[in-house]
């Protein structure tokens, strides 16, 4: 079979599996629900070309074409973060799995790239990067073959770059020692990126000589680099130097095969059949054959303690979801020493209002949880077979990790605690205790819609692969807008309270809430074996697909 037969019967095999899917009416939501986070990310990237053009035409009738380069960074970061922060949209197909099939390495190949350019970043990138194109030609429409070749060329970068950082990032999930470093280097990625603006800020005190030459320095390494190198190639045309914007040209392809050559390499490995599995054949019998017993908690029966030590297990394996539970102190600090900071000149809303403090914290501690709550069994994958063969009911099962989500929730909100207290003062017990009292209302809601939503949209989260950490798009639609409404009740509440200076109201409502709250979770949880009964084909055929 040729190489275009072979592509036709994937494109075949993809679209009868897209049909077959929109027979169960769990996918047609899910359908629907693409489209709409489609339609609204096809909004922001009409508006963003829109921007962009304008700013392009801008520069150029202003006389000012290199700073085109600072387009096209935009351009090239957002390319490249945004299926790194919003992995809810990498739901696509692995194409590893092609490599069963007897399929040539130029089909694999190409598959592989045709993936990528069907990503929403690419979407976006390239509707972006059209705008830029629209501008420049609006101003200067002798400039449209130049600007078309180097914009083209700039996209063909991106899309391999995208492609290559997936790669190698996947290759170094694929075994422990690798993935851990990883989720320490992701870790600190993330924290880092907070601390922009207090950075930002300190830079702005230095004298005009430094910073004139940290600019000058950063303007160097940028010119080199394939945006800024995309940028000089279009001023350099307009002044004209005809030379120097083909040499910016050529500098620019070879980042380009560079890049293809990196993904040829780590395609080829796979191609050839790499395997990085960790299991390895023991050489010898332990020594200590003992028999290892699980956590013994008190007042915990012993199925209860086992799936709670289980829940706390697969949290500690996974990076993204430590760096949820550390991210509400980590905010509180940018907030205390970033823009927020009551020092800074007009402060925000907790430097305005320091009593609110540990209520946003606690608000947003819960809203950290909301991806591990809503797919409970996402991390339990082909282990779900045995909650179905074990003699323990599901209303257990459930229970014991929404009280693993409880006593995370009840530690995050003891850490804010401490931490307002140090930078803000401690809250008063009025404060406190509405708040408390709000979470008692707010957090049994969102267990409750949690459990309903891990049965009937569950997806299953791969710790060694980089995407496909998060819920199925339409759980994470009808979490949103659940969540919007819960914590939009719990500050209406707050802020009717705050206006007539008495939180012992906010706590009374509040109180009288989560008594509705929790009768409503104690009837979700006496129905979860009769809900998980009902969708356990769903629920294995999700979860145990290979």
């Given at each position: 079979?040729n190489?275009?037969?072979?592509?036709?019967?994937?494109?075949?095999?993809r679209?009868r599996?897209?049909?077959?899917?929109?027979?169960?009416p769990?996918?047609?939501?899910?359908?629907?629900s693409?489209m709409?986070?489609?339609l609204?990310?096809?909004i922001?990237g009409?508006?963003?070309?829109?921007?962009?053009?304008?700013a392009?035409?801008?520069m150029?009738?202003e006389?000012?074409?290199?700073f085109l380069?600072?387009l096209?960074?935009?351009?090239?970061?957002?390319?490249?973060?945004f299926?790194?922060?919003a992995?809810?949209?990498?739901?696509?197909?692995?194409?590893?799995?092609?490599?069963?099939f007897?399929?040539?390495y130029?089909?694999?190949?190409?598959?592989?790239?045709?993936?990528?350019?069907f990503?929403?970043?690419?979407a976006?990138?390239?509707?972006?990067?059209?705008?830029?194109l629209?501008?420049?030609?609006?101003?200067?429409?002798a400039?449209?073959?130049?600007?078309?070749l180097?914009?083209?060329?700039?996209?063909a970068?991106?899309?391999?770059?995208m492609?290559?950082?997936f790669?190698?990032?996947?290759?170094w999930l694929?075994?422990?020692?690798?993935?851990?470093i990883?989720g320490?280097?992701?870790l600190?990625l993330?924290?880092?990126m907070?601390l922009i603006?207090?950075?930002m800020?300190?830079?702005?005190k230095?004298?005009?000589?430094?910073?004139?030459g940290?600019?000058g320095?950063v303007?160097?390494?940028?010119a080199?680099?394939?945006p800024g190198?995309?940028?000089?190639a279009?001023?350099?045309?307009?002044?004209?130097?005809?030379?120097?914007a083909?040499?910016?040209?050529?500098?620019?392809c070879?980042?380009?095969?560079?890049?293809?050559?990196?993904?040829?390499?780590?395609?080829?490995?796979?191609?050839r059949?790499?395997?990085?599995s960790?299991?390895g054949a023991a050489?010898a019998?332990p020594?200590?054959?003992?028999?290892?017993?699980?956590?013994?908690?008190p007042?915990?029966a012993?199925p209860?303690a086992a799936v709670?030590?289980?829940?706390v297990?697969?949290?500690?394996?996974?990076?993204p979801?430590?760096l949820?539970l550390?991210m509400?102190?980590?905010?509180?600090?940018?907030?205390?020493f970033?823009?927020?900071?009551p020092?800074?000149r007009?402060?925000?809303?907790?430097?305005?209002a320091?009593?609110?403090?540990?209520?946003?914290?606690?608000?947003y501690?819960?809203?950290?949880?909301?991806?591990?709550?809503c797919?409970?069994?996402?991390?339990d994958?082909g282990?779900?077979?045995?909650?179905?063969?074990s003699?323990?009911?599901?209303?257990?099962?459930?229970?014991?990790?929404?009280?693993?989500?409880?006593?995370?929730?009840?530690?995050?909100?003891?850490?804010?605690?401490?931490v307002v207290?140090?930078?803000?003062?401690?809250p008063?017990?009025g404060i406190?205790?509405?708040t408390?009292?709000?979470l008692?209302?707010a957090?049994?809601?969102?267990?409750a819609?949690?459990?309903?939503?891990?049965i009937?949209?569950?997806k299953?989260?791969?710790?060694?692969?980089?995407r496909g950490?998060?819920?199925?798009?339409t759980g994470?639609?009808i979490?949103?807008?659940?969540?919007?409404?819960?914590?939009?009740i719990a500050?209406?509440v707050?802020?009717?309270?705050?206006?007539?200076?008495?939180?012992?109201?906010?706590?009374?409502v509040?109180?009288?809430?989560?008594?509705?709250s929790?009768?409503?979770?104690?009837?979700?949880?006496?129905?979860?074996?009769r809900?998980?009964?009902?969708?356990?084909?769903?629920?294995?055929?999700e979860?145990?697909?290979?």
């Open positions: 079979m190489m275009r037969n072979q592509l036709s019967a994937i494109a075949g095999l679209w599996m897209f049909v077959n899917s929109l027979r169960t769990r996918e047609q939501m899910e359908l629907l693409r709409l986070l489609g609204a990310l096809m922001g009409l508006g963003g070309a829109i921007g962009l053009g304008a392009a035409s801008l150029i009738s006389g000012r074409p290199e380069a600072a096209f960074w935009f351009v090239f970061i957002f390319w490249q973060a299926p790194i922060l992995t809810a949209f990498g739901t696509g197909p692995d194409s590893s799995d092609l490599l069963r007897p399929l040539s130029r089909a694999y190949f190409l598959v592989r790239m045709g993936y990528g350019a990503d929403p970043a690419t976006v990138g390239s509707l972006w990067a059209f705008g830029i629209l501008g420049i030609t609006y101003t200067k429409p400039l449209f073959p130049w600007a078309l180097v914009i083209l060329i700039f996209c970068f991106n899309v391999l770059f492609q290559v950082v790669s190698w990032i996947e290759r694929a075994q422990r020692r690798t993935r851990e990883m320490v280097l992701f600190l993330m924290l880092s907070q603006g207090p950075v800020q300190r830079f702005e230095r004298t005009r000589p430094e910073m004139s940290l600019f320095v303007v160097g390494v940028q080199v680099l394939p190198l995309a940028g000089d279009i001023a350099q045309f307009l002044y004209p130097q005809v030379g120097a083909f040499s910016s040209l050529v500098l620019l070879a980042f380009v095969l560079a890049v293809c050559y990196f993904l040829h390499v780590r395609l080829r490995a796979q191609y059949g790499e395997n990085l960790e299991a050489l019998l020594r200590d054959r003992s028999l290892r017993l699980g956590w013994d908690l007042g915990l012993s209860l709670f030590e289980k829940e297990r697969y949290i500690l394996r996974s990076g979801m430590l949820n550390i509400p102190v980590f905010v509180l600090l940018i907030f205390r970033g823009a927020a900071n020092g800074q007009g402060g925000g809303f907790l430097s305005r320091p009593d609110m403090a540990f209520p946003a914290m606690a608000a501690t819960l809203l950290m949880l909301t991806n591990l709550v797919n409970s069994f996402g991390g994958g282990g779900m077979q045995f909650y179905f063969a003699p323990v009911d599901f209303q257990q099962i459930v229970l014991a990790k929404n009280l693993t989500h409880a006593s995370i929730l009840a530690l995050e909100v003891l850490l804010a605690w401490i207290s140090y930078f803000y003062g401690s008063g017990f406190a205790l509405a408390l009292a709000g008692l209302f957090a049994p809601l969102t267990l819609a949690g459990n309903v939503l891990s009937y949209w569950p299953r989260i791969d710790f060694s692969s980089f950490q998060r819920p199925s798009q994470a639609l979490t949103v807008v659940f969540e919007l409404f819960v914590v939009g500050v209406s707050f802020l009717l309270a705050r206006r007539y200076a008495s939180f012992w109201i906010a706590a009374l509040l109180l009288l809430l989560a008594g509705v929790i009768s409503i979770y104690k009837l979700v949880l006496n129905r979860m074996d809900l998980v009964r009902r969708q356990q084909e769903a629920l294995l055929a979860l145990c697909r290979a």
